[in-house]
T-cell receptor
């Protein structure tokens, strides 16, 4: 079954404690990205990757890092989380092709206290 | 990418057709029209996309105005499982690697049993 898997689904952490949210896809997609969803602001792109070792900033990259060492994995790293990073995070993947369908993960609800 | 305008909310009776409108008067010639939906507590899900011609798939139909300044997503027989926020998104798919989806506020569809 084609899917994007995120872990963990829920996470409560304290300010400054480094964390990683994992994302894995099984569709051999070149393109992967991270979004955050906040009430009233909708979904906004954080970072994206067009292939292995190729990553770039989205609209709201501050406070986040990513890496793409393997095609299937695209972890999101918060080196020093702050309360304003409390949000719902989604990973997505797709082919790089006109009209390509994006597949989203189930989401990670992160709370930073 | 050009902007879209959707009603904030709509209601429909179960087992009846639903027509979800989207205005995109500043659409460019290479913008594809994408529709995604987000069910409660889930990640966004692809519904359908089109460029100029009307499109049908197992989930829905997409009717595109002749001047492409508006489109309508049609759910032929709404069920309770179709209750979701529906997003109409324009994206220039002919720019290589431009896979970012710019989500607006969407239309919250409520299905009445």
């Amino acid at each position: 079954e084609a899917q994007v898997t995120q872990n963990p689904r829920y996470l409560i952490t304290v300010t400054g404690k480094k964390l990683t949210v994992t994302c894995s896809q099984n569709m051999n997609h070149e393109y992967m990205s991270w979004y955050r969803q906040d009430p009233g602001l909708g979904l906004r792109q954080i970072y994206y990757s067009m292939n292995v070792e190729v990553t770039d900033k989205g609209d709201v990259p501050e406070g986040y890092k990513v890496s793409r060492k393997e095609k299937r994995n695209f972890p999101l790293i918060l080196e020093s989380p702050s309360p304003n990073q409390t949000s719902l995070y989604f990973c997505a993947s797709s082919l790089i092709w006109p009209g390509s369908e994006a597949f989203f993960g189930q989401g990670t609800r992160l709370t930073v206290v | 990418d050009a902007k879209t305008t959707q009603p904030n909310s709509m209601e429909s009776n179960e087992e009846e057709p639903v027509h979800l409108p989207c205005n995109h008067s500043t659409i460019s010639g290479t913008d594809y029209i994408h529709w995604y939906r987000q069910l409660p507590s889930q990640g966004p899900e692809y519904v359908i996309h089109g460029l100029t011609s009307n499109v049908n798939n197992r989930m829905a139909s997409l009717a595109i105005a002749e001047d492409r300044k508006s489109s309508t997503l049609i759910l032929h027989r709404a069920t309770l499982r179709d209750a979701a926020v529906y997003y109409c998104i324009l994206r220039d798919d002919l720019i290589f690697g431009n896979e970012k989806l710019t989500f607006g506020t969407g239309t919250r569809l409520t299905i009445i049993p």
